[in-house]
Nanobody, 115 residues
Framework: QVQLVESGGGLVQAGGSLRLSCAASGSTRSFSAMGWYRQAPGKQRDLVATTTSGGSTNYADSVKGRFTISRDNAKNTVFLQMNSLKPEDTAVYYC?????????WGQGTQVTVSS
């Protein structure tokens, strides 16, 4: 079984920064991708950034140049460095781990950006 635990969310003023962490445990060795998604109230859950086991990355257009996804393989942890935050970045951020055809989700962490 796979468990994902996110941390690092909080309240920040516009222009500020936050760093999210997602620690994975369990049978994660054969993962194909890890990533971050976010869901604002009343909206669907959208991709923010992903990284594959091969190291390639993908970002939503809205966060390119501001957010950076990275991974610590030794600690089975993926990070999301978020800079120049905007009020529209306010959402619950979820970590996702993909193994084969199965997606595992964390419980989510709230990010609130005040104007």
């Amino acid at each position: 079984q796979v468990q994902l635990v996110e941390s690092g969310g909080g309240l920040v003023q516009a222009g500020g920064s936050l760093r999210l962490s997602c620690a994975a445990s369990g049978s994660t060795r054969s993962f194909s991708a890890m990533g971050w998604y976010r869901q604002a109230p009343g909206k669907q859950r959208d991709l923010v950034a992903t990284t594959t086991s091969g190291g390639s990355t993908n970002y939503a257009d809205s966060v390119k140049g501001r957010f950076t996804i990275s991974r610590d393989n030794a600690k089975n942890t993926v990070f999301l460095q978020m800079n120049s935050l905007k009020p529209e970045d306010t959402a619950v951020y979820y970590c996702r781990l993909t193994i084969g055809l199965v997606n595992y989700w964390g419980q989510g962490t709230q990010v609130t950006v005040s104007s």
